[in-house]
Each structure stands twice: as C-alpha cells, then as structure tokens.
C-alpha cells in the first residue's frame, strides 16, 4: 500500500525528501546552496524549514529539521511519506561518529523510512584532515544496511561541491525504486 501511494506521488513528480544529522552537520548551508541562497549567514535549526525545489522536472521538497540532541527525538514526527533520507555527516567531526552512527542506526529501524532511498552527504570534504570515504564507511558500519539502497556523496556545502550529484542520485533511485519513468 505504501508503494502504492509513493507511485501515485511520484508520478505526480513531487518527492518528499527528509534531511537529517547531527548539529552542525551542514543541513541547513546545504538547504541554502541548493536553493541559491546567503550561506554566510546560518544559524541552527530550532525546529525545522520546508523548501522546495524544481529538479530533473521533479518538485522536491526538503525537509531540514534540526539536529540538536534535545530536539532528536523529534524526528519521528517527520517520517510520515518519506521517499528519501539525507544523512549530512560533518566529515570533520571524528569524535562524533558513535553518535552518528546510533542515530542513522535508530532511523533505518523506523517502519515509515523502510524503503527510502538513503543518501550519505559527507560535508565539508573541502577542509583539509576531513575523514576519507573509506574513514567514514567503516565507522557508520555502511556494510551492515541492508534495509536501504545508499550511497556516499563527498560534498561540500559552502562552495556546492557535489550537491547537484547528491539529488541526481536520490531522484534516479526512487524511479528505479519505484519504476517509473
């Protein structure tokens, strides 16, 4: 039935795209780069914002809620039809990642994420120490999900690196996902 519903979604060409992550991740200067917006001026996420965005003739619509620890538990009210996931992962932020890699563990358990393509944006790959591919592979366990179809993307949230990439991939899923054109 959920498929069901997605398909009808989907052929309508609109998606609903859920970004989450640790504080200080980059979700929201991702958000604002992707719609053309000041980067310089961002400040955390209380709650969340809704923008929408005409994309390969998909109407995407990216929810960034934030991702305080205060606040995580939260997120569930924003699982409901759900055809994508983005994970941000501060790829600067070592000493976080048992952290991270509970909470993207927490979520790919949830019962309205099943199905959701899920991507990976590694941010702020343009700071030189920032953790590789493999680095960051290896401490979020990526071998062990086998619930979802997932990707990695390097990214970078100031300068846009690979953010195009990153939708590219989570549009081209849901139609293989999902068969349609």
Known sequence: MLSILRKARLKDKEMRILMLGLDNAGKTTIV???MNEDVNTVSPTLGFIIKTIDFQGYKLNIWDVGGQKTIRSYWRNYFEKTDALIWVVDAT???RM???RSELRGLLLEERLSGASLLIFLNKTDIPGCMSDDEVHQK???NQISTHRWIIVRCSAMTGENLEKGLAWVVQDARDRLFLY
């Open 140 to 142: 979020l366990e990526l």
């Open 93 to 95: 932020d070592r000493l």
């Open 98 to 100: 048992g952290d991270c």
């Open 32 to 34: 604002k780069r992707i």
